[in-house]
Structure formats: C-alpha cells, structure tokens
C-alpha cells in the first residue's frame, strides 16, 4: 500500500527535521521542504491517472477539453498553495501563509471566470 509508504516517509521527515531543528533551526524547514517534494514526486502517478479519468469523462459527457483544462488548472493551484501554506505555517510565518491562501482562492475565481460566464450564458437561454 503506498499510504503506508508515504506516511512512512512523512514520519522519517518530521524526525529528521526535529534533530536538525535542534541544532539549527534554519534547516529544519529545508528538511520538511524537501520531505514535502518527495511526496509530491511520490504521488505524481496518481495524478496522471486522474488527467486520464478526467479526459475519458469529458469525451463522454461532450465536455470540451477546456472545461476539463481548467478543473486541473484549478485543482493544481488549490493543492500547491495548501502546500505552500501550510509550509509558511510550518515555519512560522503564519501570516504569509495566510495571504498565500488568499492568492489561491483569488487565482482559482480568476481561472474558474470561463465556467461561470458559460452557466450564466446557459441560464440566461433558459429564461428566454
């Protein structure tokens, strides 16, 4: 199973960024960084499965292409800036993590505006 294998490397991580934050606290944060990639890297298969299953729905359901371009679009940013955050957080500097977030919501109304005008413009043909 390869949760078990990264909550595995996560613990090891979290061990080695605690002695290494003991003796400098600095690095500590570059230990957790790296761990954090390693997962990312880890788990990127994963992902590809889901663009596949994605793409398979939208020839399905006749979604264009660009529907499903900006689910993953939005998807990704949602992810990085949890991590990205939560690693501000981890460092603490919990108040740029937090305007972190507020970038990523922002960029995911910004991105998602295409989704919302095409239901808008569906809703305004149905009312006609």
């Avoid at 490397?9 to 960024?17: D, Y």
Wanted: charged fraction near 10%; charge should be negative.
């Amino acid at each position: 199973m390869d949760i078990v294998k990264i909550i595995a490397l996560s613990f090891a991580g979290v061990m080695l960024a605690a002695m290494v934050k003991q003796h400098s606290a600095e690095y500590g944060i570059y230990v957790a960084l790296g761990t954090g990639i390693l997962i990312l890297l880890y788990i990127s298969g994963y992902l590809q499965e889901a663009i596949d299953f994605l793409g398979s729905m939208a020839e399905k359901t006749g979604l264009g292409a660009g529907s499903i371009g900006i689910l993953l679009k939005v998807m990704g940013i949602a992810y990085l800036t949890e991590f990205s955050a939560q690693l501000c957080k981890d460092a603490g500097y919990g108040a740029i993590g937090m305007k972190v977030e507020l970038a990523g919501k922002l960029m995911i109304l910004v991105t998602a505006l295409p989704v919302f005008q095409s239901l808008a413009g569906l809703i305004l043909s149905l009312l006609e």
